[in-house]
Each structure stands twice: as structure tokens, then as C-alpha cells.
């Protein structure tokens, strides 16, 4: 099976900055997109950030988020600068992940739990 675990999240005012990351693990064989989206409180999951072929942004957070990865370690980042109150929520990871099982290859997307961010006024 495989496994995306996020973490970095926390507590910070705005103006300031955090650094998520999702580590993939299991039954890797290959990483295809991953992706960062969001949740807030009493609102629909967003897109935050792409990564995979090409980069996409969601308006709300060009020039003050920057997702990247580091495809030795199948470790996805989402570095967020300028952070503001309406960027509360919980972000969670999301990839496209192949897989091999003996003679099988398969590709399944995959969620992480998610991690909180909180910016306080």
C-alpha cells in the first residue's frame, strides 16, 4: 500500500510563514502530479498548488506560496510566505502514484490525513 503523511503545519500570525511537507511511502514506483489542496471551515476542498509536468497555483496564493519536490526522497513541499487568515485551513497532500505488484501495474490516487494551519490576526 501506499501512505502520504503531511506535516508542518502549526500555529502563526499573519505575515508570517510555513513550510508543509508530504512524504510518500509504500509501494512506490513511480510519482506522477501531486498536489496540495485545502479546507476550511464549512467550505469545499480547494485546490492550492500542482506540481507534476507543469506548476499551477490557485490565484489566491501566486507570488506567496511555492510547492516543490524532491522526487529522491517522494517528498512533496509547500513553502507559504505572506500567510493570511483566510489561508486557515486544513491542507491536506494528494498524488498519483503507480504502483507494481508482480506482474501489475496499477496508478491510484491517494489523500494524506491533512495538517492544520492557523493564521491568527
Known amino acids: 500500500q501506499v501512505q502520504l503523511v503531511e506535516s508542518g503545519g502549526g500555529l502563526v500570525q499573519a505575515g508570517g510563514s510555513l513550510r508543509l511537507s508530504c512524504v510518500a511511502s509504500?509501494?512506490?514506483?513511480?510519482?506522477?502530479?501531486m498536489g496540495w489542496y485545502r479546507q476550511a471551515p464549512g467550505k469545499q476542498r480547494d485546490l492550492v498548488a500542482t506540481?507534476?509536468?507543469?506548476?499551477t497555483y490557485a490565484d489566491s496564493v501566486k507570488g506567496r506560496f511555492t510547492i516543490s519536490r524532491d522526487n529522491a526522497k517522494n517528498t512533496l513541499y509547500l513553502l507559504m510566505d505572506s500567510l493570511k487568515p483566510e489561508d486557515t485551513a486544513v491542507y491536506s497532500c494528494?498524488?498519483?502514484?503507480?504502483?507494481?505488484?508482480?506482474?501489475?501495474?496499477?496508478?491510484?490516487?491517494?489523500w494524506g490525513q491533512g495538517t492544520q494551519v492557523t493564521v491568527s490576526s
Open positions: 494528494n498524488a498519483d502514484i503507480t504502483s507494481y505488484t508482480g506482474s501489475s501495474v496499477y496508478t491510484r490516487n491517494y
Open positions: 509504500g509501494r512506490i514506483g513511480s510519482i506522477n502530479r
Open positions: 506540481s507534476g509536468g507543469t506548476t
